[in-house]
């Protein structure tokens, strides 16, 4: 049987355990997953490409998972899921409030490349109210973030996000 191969795309901006989750779920469905960091036309970035790169990187590093590779891309989803032999999009999907636009990207991707599904994981209970935005608003505060990203990067962010300029 051929291998079966996806694509997890997403911000990070930055990596949380909601992300960890879906991404070590994916690891279990496909035989390779690309975390694809990208760059979303319609929102600013708290961390650069390279810096979102580097703290998943590092956190699927400590996680033992040997069929996730993070990659940055630039451009459409589907061309690059194309370039990477993906016949797969996970995303995750939280409440109600993420489905409108996540279904709106479904059906765009879909009308780009047919031959590719997109496949949504439900997020766990205690992740639903997690996004990076509430992160970096916890952070920018100087409030406790452990339990929301990986404990291996929690320090850092909390560092590169009190007090500082941060897109929300
Ligand atoms: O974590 P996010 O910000 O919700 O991720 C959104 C992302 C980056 C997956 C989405 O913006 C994206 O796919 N951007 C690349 C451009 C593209 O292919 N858009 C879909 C067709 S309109």
């Not at 600013?44 to 940055?72: D, Q, W």
């Not at 630039?74 to 996970?90: F, P, S």
């Not at 479904?106 to 209970?125: C, M, S």
């Amino acid at each position: 049987m051929s291998q079966k191969t996806a694509v997890c795309p997403g911000s990070f901006d930055p990596v949380t355990l909601g992300h960890v989750d879906i991404i070590t779920r994916a690891s279990h469905l496909f035989d390779k997953v690309f975390v694809a960091v990208m760059k979303n036309p319609v929102k600013s970035t708290s961390f650069t490409v390279e810096e979102r790169i580097e703290l998943l990187g590092r956190v699927i590093s400590g996680l033992n998972i040997t069929n996730v590779e993070v990659v940055g891309l630039d451009g459409l989803l589907v061309e690059n899921a194309k370039k990477y032999g993906a016949t797969a999009i996970v995303k995750g999907l939280r409440a109600v409030s993420d489905f409108e636009y996540e279904f709106q990207m479904a059906l765009a991707n879909k009308k780009l490349a047919p031959d590719i599904e997109t496949v949504f994981l439900t997020t766990r209970g205690e992740n639903m109210f997690l996004s990076s935005s509430v992160v970096k608003q916890i952070a920018y505060f100087g409030g406790d973030i452990s339990g929301l990203v990986p404990d291996i990067i929690r320090e850092e962010i909390k560092k590169r996000l009190i007090g500082k300029g941060v897109e929300f």
